[in-house]
């Protein structure tokens, strides 16, 4: 029998309104002494339009439960939410101290914390829109230092917008040929380095479709030799060197050689429990900075201490975003034996458990053991045709029951490394992909097994 859904829903989000109602009380009576403005909105209007939102808000997936594992979205955590909310009622602007006074310290105290994640103190940094910027923020500066060696590399596998913004910044931009497991190709790295003018190389730290790591320790050797500057994208996977010692052994070296790169993206809004709207880009030489003062205003020199407009391609950004990172590091501090570190393993143990179910029964197949917590796997079928129809059913089908995944379209020949006896039909196989980046993601595999079971039995096999 279906459970009965809940009356307050699977959430206690009200629960955390109460707390936001108590912490703006006291924010407005540490304001208390600017005379009394009389609000000049109309309450009742205001309230009939949110509840008419709300009603709009309920056509999405529910991104914030343990069975949508689609996109790669993971709830902000309350701490999070609450703090973002309380500083919009001051809406600070963190390009510049007058702007943004409380928060740009803050910003500045996470800043020193995400550096020294990686080993770098001092480091330079700020917080970004989303990890998109933060790249590109990198790769200008790469090209502001060697201008003679405009080209960018990065593999195949890479976020798709090093390209655009290769583009944007008018380099060419070479994508490097994967190895089997996803990785960048370093064999095919030497043959594009031995002729061709590479200014940056883009590691991918977890790449977004299979979760692969690229040889960062190894990249490191080739920048010592070739003298290209070696970028992380770290956007998704950054967070995950903090438990890299319980990692396999090729990603904890990789996950440790990050140290050595030039500079990092790292986005608290992928696995930093941050809401939308929070990346961040780390320099390991602080020197660099100098790149962005050529190009900031007078008017930021008024006071000794750093603006973070000084030091920022956006002029504008949210004080609310360094608010909501800087209470969570308060609360979940970046520590190796940490509850932020138990929880972000929890999402590994989930890829490694639903693997290990769909293992033990032969009707499914896993295309690669996790690395991280993304999982991609497939029914079985001898014709590729079929197989790609049947996991779209599934996918469908799985829907349906309220397990939310994501459509993966890969080569055939990848799909052939699991599935040895899959005949090419075709060129590409559509998989299924799992994205369990929920600490809960670990009770709920048993859970959403058992849907993808259920899914399964209800798509008809092939004649
Ligand atoms: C998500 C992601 C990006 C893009 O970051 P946004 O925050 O979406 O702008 C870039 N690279 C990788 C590896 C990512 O996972």
């Known amino acids: 029998m279906p459970a009965q859904p809940d009356s307050k829903g699977p959430w206690r989000w009200a629960e955390e309104g109460r707390i936001l109602e108590e912490a703006l009380d006291q924010l ?9 403005v009389e609000p ?6 205001t309230r009939s339009v949110l509840m008419q939102l709300t009603q709009k808000l309920a056509d999405n997936y529910p991104y914030f439960h343990p069975l949508y594992a689609g996109q790669m979205l993971k709830p902000p955590h309350p701490v999070a939410r609450l703090a973002w909310s309380l500083a919009l009622f001051l809406n600070p602007n963190n390009h ?11 910003e500045k105290e996470c800043i020193t914390k995400l550096g020294r994640l990686f080993g770098w103190d001092p480091v330079l940094g700020h917080l970004t829109g989303g990890g998109t910027l933060a790249n590109l923020e990198a790769l200008w500066i790469g090209r502001e230092l060697q201008p003679e060696h405009p080209a960018i590399a990065a593999s195949a596998e890479a976020h798709y917008t090093h390209g655009r913004m290769a583009r944007l910044l008018g380099v060419p931009f070479i994508p490097i040929p994967v190895d089997p497991e996803g990785a960048m190709d370093l064999n095919a790295l030497d043959a594009v380095l031995d002729t061709r003018a590479i200014g940056t190389v883009v590691a991918t730290v977890g790449t977004t479709g299979w979760g692969a790591i690229d040889p960062v320790d190894r990249l490191v050797a080739k920048r010592d030799q070739y003298g290209f500057r070696l970028h992380a994208d770290a956007a998704y996977g950054g ?8 990692l396999g052994g090729s990603a ?7 140290s050595e790169c030039d500079s990092l993206a790292i986005d608290p809004h992928k696995h930093g429990l941050q809401p939308y709207g929070s990346g961040a880009i780390l320099f390991r030489d602080p020197g660099v900075g100098s790149i962005y003062r050529h190009e900031s205003p007078y008017t930021y020199f008024t006071s000794s201490e750093l603006h973070l407009g000084e030091i920022s391609l956006e002029c504008s950004r949210p004080g609310a975003a360094a608010a909501a990172l800087w209470a969570t590091l308060e609360l979940l501090p970046l520590e190796t034996d940490g509850a932020f570190a138990s929880e972000l393993w929890k999402s590994c ?28 796997f497939s029914i079985r079928s001898r014709h590729a045709g079929a197989l790609s129809r049947m996991n779209r059913s599934i996918f469908e089908r799985a829907a349906s029951h309220g397990l939310h995944l994501a459509l993966f379209t890969i080569p055939v020949g990848k799909a052939r490394t699991a599935l040895p006896d899959l005949d090419p039909d075709v060129d590409e196989v559509t998989v299924l992909r799992a994205c369990l980046m929920k600490a809960e993601h670990l009770e709920w595999c048993a859970r959403i097994f058992e849907h993808l079971e259920q899914a399964r039995k209800e798509v008809p096999a092939p004649e």
């Open 28 to 36: 407005a009576h540490l304001f208390a002494e600017a005379p009394r």
């Open 40 to 45: 000049d909105w109309d309450a009742t209007h």
């Open 96 to 106: 510049a101290l007058d702007g943004g006074r409380a928060t740009s310290r803050m």
């Open 239 to 246: 967070y995950f060197t903090l438990i890299r010692e319980r």
């Open 252 to 258: 904890r070296q990789r996950f440790a050689a990050l």
């Open 349 to 376: 143990r989930a890829a490694r458990t639903l693997a290990g179910y769909l293992r033990s029964h032969q009707a499914w197949v896993i295309l690669q053991e996790p690395e991280l917590d993304i999982l991609v």
